[in-house]
């Protein structure tokens, strides 16, 4: 009985070895394989649409602006031609004494494109969508050549739509709260802020850039951006919560954010 117990246990080892050995191999056969997967050719061709046009779909490592005039970062603006009422708002600006983004409130189109965070762009023949990884945020827009809603509230992204000059899609953004900034650093936008970014793809791994802010109100004639983003092809989106484990927004910290008085 004994040496027929020996028997059993020495063949439930050898099986128990044999499953393990075999797990090894199956999981370095499938390392192997996406080790061996062919890298993403960024210089190649820029894929299309079913109309033809030119696709952004893919997640994006947009150009990081904190200061749109910062000179050390290429496509700067030298100098934002403000306007007496643009010049006061930047003037009087002090993000300590409460900045809507410290509270969690959207940060815009502006201020998201040029914030640390992928983005992802979903786009079909007559929407592309805008996936900010940066507080989990949305834009959708419209290409199907539709106007401007001119019902809808003003909001902190503005009402988005997008038409074709080629094979240049631009997006013009109104209806803009006027709350909202440019950037990191605060530069100023008011609610008649018109918004045109447009983006051309010129290969798989490359789109030209262009941002115009065109706001009489805050600045005396248009500025433009231009620049270029690079796919992240390996690069997935993640969830964020700007609320979670926020102890200096619920201690009081940061200082509450109220609309200005204009």
Same mark, same amino acid.
């Given at each position: 009985?004994?040496?027929?117990? !020996?028997?059993?246990?020495?063949?439930?080892?050898?099986?128990?070895?044999?499953?393990?050995?075999?797990?090894?191999?199956? /999981? &370095?056969?499938?390392?192997?394989?996406?080790?061996?997967?062919?890298?993403?050719?960024?210089?190649?061709?820029?894929?299309?649409?079913?109309?033809?046009?030119?696709?952004?779909?893919?997640?994006?490592?947009?150009? %990081?602006?904190?200061?749109?005039?910062?000179?050390?970062?290429?496509?700067?603006?030298?100098?934002?031609?403000?306007?007496?009422? &643009?010049?006061?708002?930047?003037?009087?600006?002090?993000?300590?004494? /409460?900045?809507?983004?410290?509270?969690?409130?959207?940060?815009?189109?502006?201020?998201?494109?040029?914030?640390?965070?992928?983005?992802?762009?979903?786009?079909?023949?007559?929407?592309?969508?805008?996936?900010?990884?940066?507080?989990?945020?949305?834009?959708?827009?419209?290409?199907?050549?539709?106007?401007?809603?001119?019902?809808?509230?003003?909001?902190?992204?503005?009402?988005?739509?997008?038409?074709?000059? /080629?094979?240049?899609?631009?997006?013009?953004?109104?209806?803009? !709260?006027?709350?909202?900034?440019?950037?990191?650093?605060?530069?100023?936008?008011?609610?008649?802020?018109?918004?045109? !970014?447009?983006?051309?793809?010129?290969?798989?791994?490359?789109?030209?850039?262009?941002?115009?802010?065109?706001?009489?109100?805050?600045?005396? %004639?248009?500025?433009?951006?231009?620049?270029?983003?690079?796919?992240?092809?390996?690069?997935?989106?993640?969830?964020?919560?700007?609320?979670? &484990?926020?102890?200096?927004?619920?201690?009081?910290?940061?200082?509450?954010?109220?609309?200005?008085?204009?």
């Amino acid at each position: 009985m004994k040496s027929r117990s !020996n028997f059993m246990i020495a063949i439930t080892v050898a099986i128990g070895i044999l499953s393990l050995v075999t797990l090894v191999a199956a /999981g &370095g056969l499938q390392g192997g394989q996406r080790a061996r997967a062919p890298k993403a050719d960024l210089t190649g061709p820029a894929p299309h649409l079913p109309n033809g046009k030119p696709s952004m779909s893919g997640v994006w490592g947009q150009v %990081r602006r904190a200061d749109v005039t910062d000179s050390k970062i290429p496509g700067y603006v030298k100098e934002l031609p403000y306007t007496a009422w &643009g010049k006061q708002q930047w003037d009087s600006y002090d993000a300590g004494k /409460g900045d809507y983004a410290g509270t969690c409130l959207p940060f815009g189109i502006s201020r998201t494109i040029y914030g640390p965070h992928p983005i992802q762009i979903i786009q079909d023949n007559d929407f592309l969508v805008f996936l900010a990884e940066q507080n989990s945020w949305f834009h959708t827009v419209p290409t199907d050549g539709r106007a401007i809603d001119k019902g809808l509230p003003p909001s902190w992204f503005g009402d988005s739509v997008g038409h074709w000059e /080629g094979d240049k899609l631009v997006i013009d953004t109104r209806n803009i !709260n006027g709350f909202v900034r440019v950037d990191t650093i605060g530069h100023p936008l008011s609610d008649q802020a018109h918004l045109i !970014n447009t983006f051309r793809r010129v290969d798989y791994g490359h789109a030209e850039h262009t941002y115009t802010v065109d706001d009489p109100k805050t600045y005396t %004639r248009p500025w433009t951006i231009t620049e270029t983003w690079t796919l992240k092809p390996d690069v997935r989106i993640m969830e964020y919560s700007c609320e979670e &484990g926020n102890r200096d927004l619920f201690s009081g910290h940061i200082k509450a954010w109220h609309p200005p008085v204009d």
